[in-house]
């Protein structure tokens, strides 16, 4: 059964702490794709990587890390940088080229109080 | 950066009526990408329609595309509640292929 898996579905943290979200495919997908919605937003696109040991900046990079050392993993690291970090995180992986469709994950709720 | 304008904002139809949805974008594009997102859950993708081509279908879903307007439209026909969602319209960043940028989405309502 292949997909992307995000964990965990709600994430709850104390203002000042650094937190990591997972994201795990089996799609053998190359690229991978970290996004930020707000409520009634869009995606808005933090990092992206397009194999592995390689990663770009998003749109909104600041305040965030990520690492790509396994395929398979793409963790994104929301850092106490991050002005406002409370939002629902969305993982994707590309199947195909360039501009071909992304798999989206079910998504990480963060709250930070 | 944003690409990709959904209109309108948001949509409510009763259940059975065609549901009819709007993109527009800024910059050249050699596809253009619709997909669907229920609260809160991850995006679906739903069609693909390539820049050399004008419609595209899929079931009840009907995608075109006019590159000289630079405008997409998805029509939903005879809508169900299921269908009940935000979409999304998505296009490569300008600065290469390796990215989707996408558009604020319209939120369909069905209303039984």
Not at chain 2, 3 to 27: F, R, V
Not at chain 2, 32 to 58: A, D, F, P, T
Not at chain 2, 79 to 91: I, K, L, P, Q, V
């Amino acid at each position: 059964d292949g997909g992307i898996t995000q964990s965990p579905k709600y994430l709850f943290r104390k203002e000042g702490q650094n937190v990591t979200l997972s994201c795990e495919q089996n799609l053998n997908h190359d690229a991978m794709y970290w996004y930020r919605q707000d409520p009634g937003q869009g995606l808005r696109l933090i990092y992206y990587s397009q194999i592995v040991n390689d990663f770009q900046k998003g749109d909104i990079a600041e305040g965030y890390s990520v690492s790509r050392e396994k395929k398979e993993s793409f963790p994104l690291t929301v850092t106490s940088a991050q002005k406002n970090p409370t939002a629902f995180y969305l993982c994707a992986s590309r199947s195909g080229g360039a501009g071909g469709e992304q798999y989206f994950g079910p998504g990480t709720r963060l709250t930070v109080t | 950066s944003q690409q990709g304008e959904e209109d309108p904002q948001a949509l409510s139809i009763q259940e059975g009526e065609n549901a009819t949805m709007n993109c527009s974008y800024k910059t050249s594009i050699n596809n253009l990408q619709w997909y669907r997102q229920n609260s809160g859950r991850g995006l679906v993708h739903l069609i693909l329609i390539r820049s050399n081509e004008r419609e595209k279908h899929s079931g009840r879903l009907r995608v075109t595309l006019d590159t000289s307007k630079k405008s997409s439209s998805l029509l939903i026909t005879a809508s169900r509640a299921a269908d009940t969602a935000s979409y999304f319209c998505a296009t490569p960043g300008k600065e290469g292929a390796q990215k989707l940028v996408f558009g604020q989405g319209t939120r369909l309502t069905i209303n039984p």
